[in-house]
Each structure stands twice: as structure tokens, then as C-alpha cells.
């Protein structure tokens, strides 16, 4: 089968695109034919040589990528839950060795989803590791509830675009910051109110927040804890919490913490459900084939990307 093999770290011209062995699977595992594949900033990053390069760098041949939505085509001896041409999707084996950039994939059942039917492979592929990372935030470690104030930066991306969603579902007032041109997006998501990160102090705007949503890091995280009240809570999630950060958080009353997403088959059955009932929509802003990966890495390496971007086969 064919699969985008990275050799060395660098950029988009190391992902080379090989012949290589179909992927073996365990009694608890599935094999899967591939239809589409989201492309996360982890993915940029790993490519590069930071992200999950220090976790993976040993393997040959190491293949990136953890989002994926496909057509199971056989199954182990032990999978009940799947059987043979059933439509999954799933973020796999994340933080671990995905595999994901190839045209088969071995997965974990109690990783994946079946694929809601009027969703697409391309929409389902990209409601895996982002949204995901938006439910495991707003449900498992925030708590989100009725009434409380959430704010979300960047909330025209990935991440950020599902967690306006979920978090209105769960009756949340929601503020998502973005640029300019992505306002109209972001209140269509269900945002309640708008800041333009580019003309506007958003610390200045908000300052009483039960949870702040933090998708950029940096000193967006010093500045994050000026928005939120005692009792309140701030997640980061692109990068590391400095114990600067964390002792100014605690000194303040506030919970403020890193959390890395994690392939979990319970929380991808809740994503299916949301996405079913249509309260969640994954928005695809642009689709590439599978021989321009590079192309979908060098957009996503843009940070500009509006939703997600997807490989199809």
C-alpha cells in the first residue's frame, strides 16, 4: 500500500510518499481502508521535528498522522462492535504511533466511531482529534455548565470552531475571539459575542469568565488570567504551562493547566452524537488529494486556517 513515510524531520519535502507492507492487526484491532484524513498543527509540528517527534523518533517507517474516517474491511478475532464495510472514524492511538497518512490503517475498536451516515468522510475525518479536544476541555476537565461564561480564543480554527458549538450546547454564554474577517463565522457558530484579536484587547473586554479555552499559548495564557474570576479555570493546550503561569493562576484563585487530548472510543461515540443531531458541525475549509499532502501541511502551517483542512483517497 501506499504511505507518506517521514524519513527525517523538516519540511514538506521529507514526507516521501512509499510503497510499503499492509499494516498487521490484533484481535482487537481493525483494518481499515482509508478515505479521508484530517491534518492537525501537531501533525506541522511532528513533521518538523517537535510535537510527538520525540515519542515516535526511533520508529521505521514512522508515519504520521491520528485522524482518520474510513470503511473497515477486516476485523479481529475478538471486535464485536464492527463488522466488515461499516463506516468508522477516529483519532488513533494518540499521543502514540497513529499511522494515519496511508491508504490502510490498524485501529483499536475501542478507539473508533461509526461514521453518522449523512456525514461525509471528509467532515467525519475532521471531527476526530480537534473535537475531541474541544469535548475532553469543555466536559471532562471543565465541567462546562448552564450559565457560565466561556471564552474561547481562536475560535475560528479547529479546536476552537467546535468548542464554540459544544460549549453553547451545553448552555454556556460563549465569546470567541478571531480576526476580523472570521466574525460572521464565529457567530454563526453559536458564539454570543465576538472580539477581534487584532483591534481589540480581549482582557480588557472579558473579565469575569468561568473557563478561558487557550489554543495559541504563549503570553496568551498571562493574558488569559486576566479575564477570569476566582474559582474559574483556564486550559492551554497547544504547548507546556509555564510554573510562572501556574503560580500566577494559583495565586489568583484559578485552576490553570496543560492537557493533551487522547484517543478515547466513549468520547468519539459522543462527538457521532452531536454530529448526528446536527448540534456539531465540522466545518472543511479546504480539501486536498492524498498525493499533496504536502500542500494540506503547508496550509495548516499557515495558522490560518479557517475550521479544517482534509486528505482525501
Known amino acids: 500500500m501506499k504511505a507518506f513515510v517521514l524519513?527525517?524531520?523538516?519540511?514538506?519535502?521529507?514526507?516521501?510518499?512509499?510503497?510499503?507492507?499492509?499494516p498487521k492487526f490484533g484481535e482487537n484491532e481493525v483494518l481499515i481502508q482509508v478515505k479521508a484524513i484530517s491534518i492537525n498543527p501537531v501533525d506541522v509540528k511532528t513533521r518538523q521535528g517537535k510535537g510527538m517527534y520525540g515519542r515516535l523518533k526511533e520508529i521505521s517507517p514512522l508515519i504520521l498522522g491520528w485522524d482518520i474516517s474510513g470503511v473497515v474491511v477486516e476485523t479481529g478475532s475478538a471486535v464485536t462492535e464492527f463488522l466488515v464495510g461499516d463506516e468508522v472514524f477516529g483519532m488513533v492511538n494518540f499521543p502514540g504511533h497513529g499511522q494515519a497518512y496511508a491508504e490502510y490503517i490498524a485501529a483499536p475498536a475501542s478507539q473508533l466511531s461509526i461514521k453518522p451516515a449523512d456525514i461525509s468522510h471528509e467532515e467525519a475525518a475532521a471531527a476526530t482529534l480537534a473535537a475531541l479536544t474541544a469535548i475532553q476541555a469543555l466536559t471532562t476537565h471543565a465541567n462546562v455548565k448552564p450559565g457560565q461564561k466561556v471564552l474561547i480564543h481562536s475560535a475560528a480554527g479547529g479546536v476552537g470552531h467546535f468548542a464554540v458549538q459544544m460549549a453553547k450546547h451545553l448552555g454556556a454564554y460563549v465569546i470567541g475571539t478571531s480576526s476580523a474577517a472570521n466574525k460572521d463565522f464565529v457567530l454563526s457558530l453559536g458564539a454570543d459575542e465576538h472580539i477581534d484579536y487584532q483591534t481589540q484587547k480581549f482582557e480588557e473586554v472579558v473579565k469575569d469568565a468561568d473557563f478561558v479555552l487557550d489554543t495559541i499559548g504563549g503570553d496568551n495564557m498571562d493574558r488569559s488570567l486576566e479575564t477570569i474570576k476566582p474559582g474559574g479555570m483556564l486550559i492551554t493546550i497547544p504547548s507546556g504551562m509555564a510554573e510562572s503561569i501556574t503560580e500566577k493562576a494559583q495565586a489568583k484563585g484559578i485552576n490553570g493547566f496543560f492537557f493533551l487530548v487522547s484517543s478515547n472510543g466513549d468520547d468519539m461515540k459522543s462527538v457521532a452524537d452531536l454530529l448526528s443531531k446536527g448540534i456539531v458541525k465540522a466545518h472543511v475549509s479546504q480539501t486536498f488529494p492524498f498525493e499533496e499532502m504536502g500542500n494540506a501541511h503547508l496550509q495548516v502551517e499557515t495558522g490560518k486556517t479557517k475550521g479544517k483542512v482534509v486528505v482525501t483517497l
Open 7 to 22: 524519513e527525517t524531520p523538516g519540511s514538506v519535502e521529507n514526507l516521501v510518499i512509499s510503497d510499503i507492507d499492509m
